[in-house]
């Protein structure tokens, strides 16, 4: 771990609680955006028992923080996921009696001040919150904590995020684990503990309608959610296609869920992968055998099928728990033990969770690899080209490698990508581009709805072999037998790059010259072979052009 680090800070300080506490007349939970649900939701479940306790009403918080989203790169279309999640749980709250009180906030070094002097506007005695685990948040609940203790308000701020919390799983030698291995090892003997990891907060109660006479929380019910942030606006075209894709609320999340552990993924029905290509499948309701999870085991890294589950956007804003997706593989598969089995499709899913959890350990005990560093210092020094039109030509999907620029394509239309497209546009853009990794970590944040720090950070450091656990740094893809590999029957380029439609065989994934530029294809960028002798140089000799 690195020294210190503001996450073990601030669990020291949340252990604390104020001795004589302040008489409150309400309890709020601070809603982050990495927390979006009512269902299983730890602070607000706690909050919920407190105010039900004390015979005092509950009320929710949400601050919008235009400087946090820029600090972190947070793009349009993830902005606008928070604003329709916002609206719905509006809704969902409401008829509760629990208003959901939103805020616009800059700048952020005044945040803390901010919500202190709310919670006493509000009366309240306590303030809940989930962990969130980038260093910015962590040191403004450590501020928030003080500030508020010293006005005798009492904090709880929980783990919620993972299955297992960060700092519980460690080496022998009480390190952190830095190999994934050997993590998933030491994190799967906790799903059995006391008290159990996985199970469900319990439910939220409603407020007492009198609420709502209350002079200092009746009037929260009247605010309203805006429709966009200033700065992170959406096009229309782009909003209708994010609402299509990606539907706010938990009831949208749980049926992307159900569509995965029940329905089959279908082949050569494009509409599979693009949702908004036209015989898009819809779910059906009654169980298919060889659904998507039955076959992930095998199926996961196929691109031309929708063969994964598409949770992301909503696992990275907390509409749905990452402990209810794994209840939900208990429930399907009608065991009382979690399936880890590498040998298993929903063995194989659950290790994927893990994978989130690896790296949201990794950033809240290792922040620094959240600050432009490498993870391994030795790559600090690997001399990058500075190549403006070939940068843009990534971003743009135009490199003349079909794989590279349907992914790209993909991800700037849906603002998600599959996995291994992911692993191969990060690879073709650090190692036959030779472009900075953090470039692309940070074109990704701008335009994924998905976007989360912690997994964004461990994809992009592995592929840049700089990370923790990442490929070694002469293991570099070729993106034409990865395409071969990911997309056998090349429908997920002819999708996505219609102008390579007509061409069949081995050609969709290298068309020849001459044929590239009839269909006015652009020609590569770099030669592979010498672009992949390039960054072997490079990286064994950080410093050298
Ligand atoms: P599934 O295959 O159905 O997996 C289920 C869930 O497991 C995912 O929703 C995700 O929460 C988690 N998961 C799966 N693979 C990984 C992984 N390799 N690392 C961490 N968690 C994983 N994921 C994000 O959520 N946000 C990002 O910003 C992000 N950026 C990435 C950047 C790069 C360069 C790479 C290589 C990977 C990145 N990933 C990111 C991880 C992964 O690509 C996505 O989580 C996955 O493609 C989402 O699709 P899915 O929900 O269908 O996944």
């Not at 996995?419 to 190692?431: E, F, H, S």
Request: glycine share 6%.
């Amino acid at each position: 771990a690195d020294k210190d680090p503001p996450f073990l800070q601030l669990l020291e300080y949340v252990k604390s609680t104020v001795k004589t506490p302040s008489k409150g007349e309400a309890i709020v939970y601070w809603m982050r955006m990495q927390d979006m649900r009512i269902h299983d939701n730890r602070a607000l479940s706690q909050a919920s028992t407190q105010a039900q306790k004390d015979g005092i009403p509950l009320l929710v918080l949400f601050v919008l923080s235009p400087q946090d989203y820029i600090a972190h790169d947070r793009g349009a279309r993830r902005v606008d996921f928070i604003l329709r999640n916002l609206t719905v749980l509006k809704t969902l709250l409401a008829e509760m009696n629990i208003p959901l009180y939103t805020i616009t906030h800059s700048p952020r070094r005044t945040l803390p001040s901010r919500v202190v002097s709310l919670l006493s506007e509000f009366k309240a005695a306590h303030l809940y919150g989930n962990i969130e685990h980038e260093i910015d948040e962590l040191r403004r609940d450590i501020q928030v904590c003080q500030l508020a203790k010293e006005a005798s308000i009492n904090c709880t701020l929980v783990h919620d995020k993972c299955i297992i919390a960060p700092g519980t799983v460690k080496t022998k030698e009480g390190k952190t684990y830095t190999v994934y291995s050997p993590f998933l090892r030491a994190w799967a003997p906790h799903l059995a503990d006391e008290p159990d990891p996985l199970e469900c907060a319990s439910e939220v109660h409603a407020n007492d309608p009198s609420v709502r006479s209350n002079p200092h929380i009746g009037k929260l019910f009247n605010c309203s959610i805006p429709n966009a942030v200033e700065g992170f606006e959406l096009d229309e075209h782009d909003a209708e296609i994010m609402r299509t894709c990606w539907p706010a609320g938990e009831k949208a999340a749980r049926e992307m869920l159900d569509r995965f552990l029940r329905t089959k993924a279908r082949t050569s029905q494009l509409g599979a992968v693009d949702p908004l290509a036209p015989g898009a499948s819809e779910p059906t309701r009654s169980p298919e055998k060889g659904s998507r999870v039955a076959k992930y085991k095998d199926a996961r890294d196929h691109v031309d099928a929708d063969t994964t589950s598409r949770l992301s956007p909503y696992l990275a804003a907390g509409v749905i728990s990452a402990r209810e997706c794994v209840r939900a593989t208990m429930e399907y598969s009608g065991s009382k033990k979690v399936d880890l089995s590498r040998e298993t499709g929903i063995g194989r899913w659950v290790q994927e969770l893990a994978w989130r959890d690896f790296y949201t350990h990794v950033l809240a005990l290792c922040p620094r690899v959240s600050m432009g560093r490498p993870f391994l210092e030795k790559y600090a020094n690997v001399s990058w080209e500075t190549n403006e039109e070939h940068l843009q030509a990534w971003k743009d999907g135009r490199t003349g490698v079909p794989i590279v620029d349907a992914g790209m394509r993909q991800a700037n239309k849906m603002g998600w990508m599959h996995n291994r497209v992911r692993m191969i546009v990060a690879m073709y853009l650090v190692k036959d581009l030779m472009i900075d990794w953090r470039l692309g970590e940070k074109y990704f944040m701008e335009i994924l709805i998905d976007g989360d720090l912690a997994s964004n950070n461990g994809g992009w450091q592995w592929s840049a072999s700089t990370g923790v656990d990442p490929v070694p740094y002469f293991r570099i893809f070729n993106p034409y037998t990865q395409s071969k590999k990911a997309d056998p029957t090349g429908e997920y380029i002819r999708h996505f790059v219609p102008e390579l439609a007509k061409l069949r065989g081995d050609d969709i994934h290298n068309p020849p010259a001459k044929t590239a530029e009839k269909l006015g294809y652009p020609t590569p960028l770099v030669k592979h072979d010498e672009a992949r002798q390039r960054a072997i140089r490079r990286y064994k000799n950080p410093g050298d052009e």
